[in-house]
């Protein structure tokens, strides 16, 4: 069955870096795009990044743009979001979907 697998999270300070890894199963993974999604407790969960198909396209939330880079490897079946100058607001639950599936989700906190 369709599965997807975040990992990396964790604790950081304000201005560090952390890398998320979605590793994905149960279909073509080169045939789909992929996104990152971000939930903090009681709101919805909002889109960070996207990729397309072939890694050619990436679209960012304006709150990420110039911070985060999203990318994938189609040999790999897995989907990274490298995440530099984090901030307290980037803290949150980051899940990686294929538009119908969702992970268990990674927990990124950034707090000093």
């Known amino acids: 069955q369709v599965q997807l697998v975040e990992s990396g999270g964790g604790l950081v300070q304000p201005g560090g870096s952390l890398r998320l890894s979605c590793a994905a199963s149960g279909f073509t993974f080169s045939s789909y795009a992929m996104t990152w999604y971000r939930q903090v407790p009681g709101k919805e969960r909002d889109m960070v990044a996207r990729i397309s198909r072939g890694g050619g396209v990436t679209t960012y939330a304006d709150s990420v743009k110039g911070r985060f880079t999203i990318s994938r490897s189609n040999v790999k079946s897995t989907l990274y979001l490298q995440m530099n100058s984090l901030k307290p607001e980037d803290t949150g639950v980051y899940y990686c979907?294929?538009?119908?599936?969702w992970g268990q989700g990674t927990q990124v906190t950034v707090s000093s």
């Open positions: 979907t294929q538009g119908s599936t």
